[in-house]
């Protein structure tokens, strides 16, 4: 893989987008896994309670006082109540289930909700700002250009895909995008007919905007 | 048409252990879709995904599977379609001619192009199984790999994929063939998954629910136990409700902790431990926290 698609490929990781490659094509895939309804990032390591949906808080409930603590803390009495009691890691929402009386100490016994010998969570079921159980991919293959290199393609690019210009401005890198239908690969491309991004986080926002 | 094929006629598959064949084996499951036409792209990091693959395909049904449809189709000239489907690969050897092996719930997408390569390297077999036909067939045969306490574990060893002598595959002695090699061809590049996207996509959510909602105590929990938890997820199908997004009502639950005092302290610990969650997700790093 070239350096330009590496680098463009870095930045789309740290954009919370997977990236695949084939190394007889000049090109790159992006994708990620979205909430169908909003488009909102599906994150699949994200764990929730098996009994009422309420997302992995990573803290520790003192099932003496209620009190809440860090995972990071490696003490085994709670700093609230000074007892040296079974910390747990439970789930936040006291009406949940497991947080009854009566039903609380199976699951305490197996470390709480969120410990994975309890068997109590599962991968990421409900949107996170809709709330919605859909989820789909949306990909796009991308091919990059320098406008430097004399602005025509050069290379024949199969349609439905997206055109990128990665261009060295006084403020910094600019991008300018399209899809490649719009773009006729046997002329000189024209910067002014494609949509602008100042920055690559707002690249990838913008590749992903719609259909 | 033979499928699968050895691309590699230098080793055979089963020659590599189960320690250094995960290359190997993404390569042959690769290889040969390169050669029925399939643009195969692999991963940058190791995510959840194996290998993505697009081919052009008639809408009207028209591509044969072992080539690509190119721009119009050779028999209607309508214009084709790209279709892309998102490979999991799981390679495993035959023990006792049973194909193990191990489903998370984060395996499952409700996105009908999601699909599960089963490929059995002793005897070159594939099992091409959508995600959408997957459910459908555990709903059929009333069969559920997904109640159990070790599956939300996630270290349940899926032990009921055999093979007869006469080369035949079951599941729970129900008929598997039905996905196997040219089967399973077909069933990928069936394009009608991409023409009905939203109505497969939620079918797919449908059968999840059915197939999740329900717990089986096992060895860990009591029967009375598990008839609690039953009632519990029969009442409240929908388990959340929503008056703001799902990370700023934990937040919003910290905050009502009246015990804790920290509570700024904690909110940012949180934060950094979902922010970890999602970097995870992509960076080739498997379930960190």
Same mark, same amino acid.
Request: a neutral charge; glycine letters at 6%.
């Given at each position: 893989?070239?350096?330009?698609?590496?680098?463009?490929?870095?930045?789309?990781?740290?954009?919370?987008?997977?990236?695949?490659?084939?190394?007889?094509?000049?090109?790159?895939?992006?994708?990620?896994?979205? %909430?169908?309804?909003?488009?909102?990032?599906?994150?699949?390591?994200?764990?929730?309670?098996?009994?009422?949906?309420?997302?992995?808080? /990573?803290?520790?409930?003192?099932?003496?006082?209620?009190?809440?603590?860090?995972?990071?803390?490696?003490?085994?009495?709670?700093?609230?109540?000074?007892?040296?009691?079974?910390?747990?890691?439970?789930?936040?929402?006291?009406?949940?289930?497991?947080?009854?009386?009566?039903?609380?100490?199976?699951?305490?016994?197996?470390?709480?909700?969120?410990?994975?010998?309890?068997?109590?969570?599962?991968?990421?079921?409900?949107?996170?700002?809709?709330?919605?159980?859909?989820?789909?991919?949306?990909?796009?293959?991308?091919?990059?250009?320098?406008?430097?290199?004399?602005?025509?393609?050069?290379?024949?690019?199969?349609?439905?895909?997206?055109?990128?210009?990665?261009?060295?401005?006084?403020?910094?890198?600019?991008?300018?995008?399209?899809?490649?239908?719009?773009?006729?690969?046997? *002329?000189?491309?024209?910067?002014?007919?494609?949509?602008?991004?100042?920055?690559?986080?707002?690249?990838?926002?913008?590749? /992903?905007?719609?259909? | 048409?033979?499928?699968?094929?050895?691309?590699?006629?230098?080793?055979?598959? @089963?020659?590599?252990?189960?320690?250094?064949?995960?290359?190997?084996?993404?390569?042959?499951?690769?290889?040969?879709?390169?050669?029925?036409?399939?643009?195969?792209? *692999?991963?940058?990091?190791?995510?959840?995904?194996?290998?993505?693959?697009?081919?052009?395909?008639?809408?009207?049904?028209?591509?044969?599977?072992?080539?690509?449809?190119?721009?119009?189709?050779?028999?209607?000239?309508?214009?084709?379609?790209?279709?892309?489907?998102?490979?999991?690969?799981?390679?495993?050897?035959?023990?006792?001619?049973?194909?193990?092996?191990?489903?998370?719930?984060?395996?499952?997408?409700?996105?009908?192009?999601?699909? /599960?390569?089963?490929?059995?390297?002793?005897?070159?077999?594939?099992?091409?199984?959508?995600?959408?036909?997957?459910?459908?067939?555990?709903?059929?045969?009333?069969?559920?790999p997904f109640s159990s306490t070790s599956f939300r574990k996630g270290n349940n060893k899926l032990n009921s994929l055999?093979?007869?002598?006469?080369?035949?595959?079951?599941?729970?002695?129900?008929? /598997?063939?039905?996905?196997?090699?040219?089967?399973?061809?077909?069933?990928?590049?069936? *394009?009608?998954?991409?023409?009905?996207?939203?109505?497969?996509? @939620?079918?797919?959510?449908?059968?999840?629910?059915?197939?999740?909602?329900?717990?089986? %105590?096992?060895?860990?929990?009591?029967?009375?136990?598990?008839?609690?938890?039953?009632?519990?997820?029969?009442?409240?199908?929908?388990?959340?409700?929503?008056?703001?997004?799902?990370?700023?009502?934990?937040?919003?639950?910290?905050? *009502?902790?009246?015990?804790?005092?920290n509570k700024e302290a904690l909110i940012e610990s949180t934060k950094k431990y979902w922010e970890g969650v999602k970097?995870?997700?992509?960076?080739?790093?498997?379930?960190?926290?």
């Open positions: 893989m070239n350096i330009s698609y590496k680098s463009l490929a870095f930045a789309a990781i740290s954009n919370y987008l997977s990236v695949y490659f084939n190394d007889e094509e000049d090109s790159l895939v992006v994708s990620k896994l979205v %909430c169908t309804e909003c488009g909102e990032n599906w994150y699949t390591n994200l764990n929730e309670c098996f009994l009422c949906g309420t997302l992995n808080p /990573f803290l520790h409930i003192c099932r003496e006082c209620g009190v809440l603590t860090s995972i990071t803390s490696s003490s085994k009495h709670c700093s609230n109540c000074k007892k040296e009691t079974r910390k747990v890691l439970g789930c936040i929402n006291s009406e949940c289930l497991s947080n009854k009386k009566e039903y609380s100490g199976q699951i305490d016994n197996k470390g709480g909700v969120f410990d994975k010998e309890s068997g109590f969570s599962l991968s990421q079921q409900y949107c996170l700002k809709c709330g919605s159980q859909l989820n789909n991919y949306k990909t796009r293959k991308i091919y990059i250009f320098d406008p430097e290199d004399g602005g025509a393609l050069g290379v024949e690019i199969d349609k439905g895909n997206y055109v990128v210009f990665r261009k060295k401005e006084k403020a910094g890198i600019s991008y300018y995008y399209a899809l490649s239908t719009c773009l006729d690969g046997t *002329e000189n491309l024209s910067l002014n007919k494609m949509k602008k991004a100042d920055n690559v986080k707002d690249l990838f926002n913008g590749l /992903f905007d719609g259909e | 048409m033979k499928f699968p094929i050895n691309p590699f006629p230098d080793v055979k598959p @089963e020659e590599f252990n189960k320690l250094n064949k995960k290359r190997v084996t993404e390569d042959f499951v690769a290889e040969n879709f390169i050669k029925l036409g399939w643009r195969v792209y *692999e991963p940058f990091n190791d995510t959840g995904i194996d290998r993505i693959i697009m081919k052009n395909v008639c809408p009207n049904g028209h591509t044969p599977t072992e080539e690509d449809g190119k721009d119009l189709c050779k028999t209607c000239g309508t214009k084709t379609m790209r279709i892309e489907r998102y490979l999991q690969v799981k390679t495993r050897t035959l023990k006792d001619n049973i194909f193990g092996f191990t489903l998370k719930s984060k395996d499952l997408r409700t996105d009908p192009r999601h699909f /599960f390569i089963l490929y059995s390297d002793s005897t070159m077999d594939f099992f091409i199984v959508g995600i959408l036909d997957f459910l459908s067939f555990f709903i059929k045969n009333k069969i559920n055999k093979r007869n002598t006469a080369g035949d595959w079951f599941w729970n002695n129900k008929d /598997f063939n039905s996905f196997l090699n040219e089967n399973g061809l077909k069933l990928l590049q069936n *394009e009608q998954i991409d023409i009905n996207l939203n109505k497969k996509t @939620e079918q797919t959510r449908e059968y999840l629910n059915i197939l999740l909602n329900v717990f089986t %105590c096992g060895n860990s929990y009591t029967k009375e136990f598990g008839e609690i938890i039953n009632k519990e997820l029969i009442a409240k199908p929908n388990k959340i409700s929503f008056t703001r997004g799902r990370m700023e009502t934990v937040i919003d639950k910290i905050k *009502e902790n009246n015990v804790t005092n970097q995870s997700e992509n960076s080739g790093e498997e379930e960190v926290f």
